[in-house]
């Protein structure tokens, strides 16, 4: 016995095209529309991190060299005096001051900041064990606020019950005065900022030396090379760029330094450890001078800008 079938209702028609128009261009113009839409949606990203540049780091770029050539006080009108803060700067006798100890910051920091990571990185790129756990332990002082650990390194070089003195004497070796003598200070944060920023570079470092080819390692050791040749033939030349382009961050962050001068020493002994954005805080803040703190940071903009030209020309390849 046999059921009947019920009839099969026929298939829904395409909607029709919209009258003077053929179904590829129908489609033609809903690929475009979405098109448009992405490309709106993405011109608005764009135009919010663009907004956020604008507000945040290009206007206040731009005030600040308005505010160079201007006497300004917070609360009265300026008053335009041309070129009159520069002369007033480049004549304090703290300006050559400043100048000398920040050179002599980024000179140390690049003899000892630069090379210690690197090295860091080495040693790390060998271990076979625990690559994990030294990685973390590396970073770690990066995720301290530069404050506490400013903080903490003022506490550690305390001349009388600070852990380095205290170290020093236990190991029955002479005691430094560290940050409170002249002929140590510097060199004292300088030991600090690099515990405190080596970090993000040795894991940048380690990053690079993990792409290098295996094969070249392999054949540099049968060619006989031992580790300083293999570093130097091998590892250098093929993390070069990268070494060029830390070493040019590092010294514009260097002669930037500031939290290291402000909270372990304030600019002392003898305005040893007195940097440049230390002397532009003290104008602006100590001295309520705007006009020469604007136009100390118009004068380092212009030889920041000079050595980041510079270097990028003589370090330029064809590559």
Known sequence: MTTAQAPRRPAAAPPAPAPGTTPTQSG??????????????AYGFLAGGLLCFALFSWYPAIRAVVIAFQKYTPGSAPEWV?????????????????????????????LIGFAVPFLMALVLN????????????????????????????????????????????????????????????????????????MGGTVLIYLAALQGIPGELYEAAELDGANLWQRVRHVTVPQTRFIILML??????????????????TGGGPENSTVTVLYLIYKYAFLYND???A???SVLLLIVLSLFSALYLRLTRTDD
């Open 290 to 292: 705007f006009g020469g």
């Open 294 to 296: 604007c136009a100390l």
């Open 126 to 197: 060998e271990l076979r064990h625990a690559k994990s756990f030294f990685r973390v332990v590396v970073y770690l002082p990066v995720m301290i606020p530069p404050v506490v650990s400013a903080l903490l390194w003022k506490w550690f070089y305390d001349p009388g019950a600070g852990l380095a003195n205290e170290t020093l004497r236990f190991l029955h070796l002479p005691t430094s005065n560290w940050t409170n003598g002249a002929d140590t200070a510097l060199l004292s944060l300088v030991i600090v900022a690099t515990w405190a920023n």
């Open 28 to 41: 033609t113009s809903g690929a475009a529309r979405r098109a448009l839409s992405r490309q709106l949606r």
């Open 82 to 110: 041309g070129t009159a803060n520069f002369t007033r700067v480049l004549h304090d006798p703290e300006f050559a001051a400043a100048w000398r100890n920040t050179l002599t910051f980024t000179v140390l920091a690049l």
């Open 247 to 264: 070493m040019l961050l590092q010294i514009i962050a260097t002669m930037q330094v500031f939290t290291e001068p402000f909270v372990i």
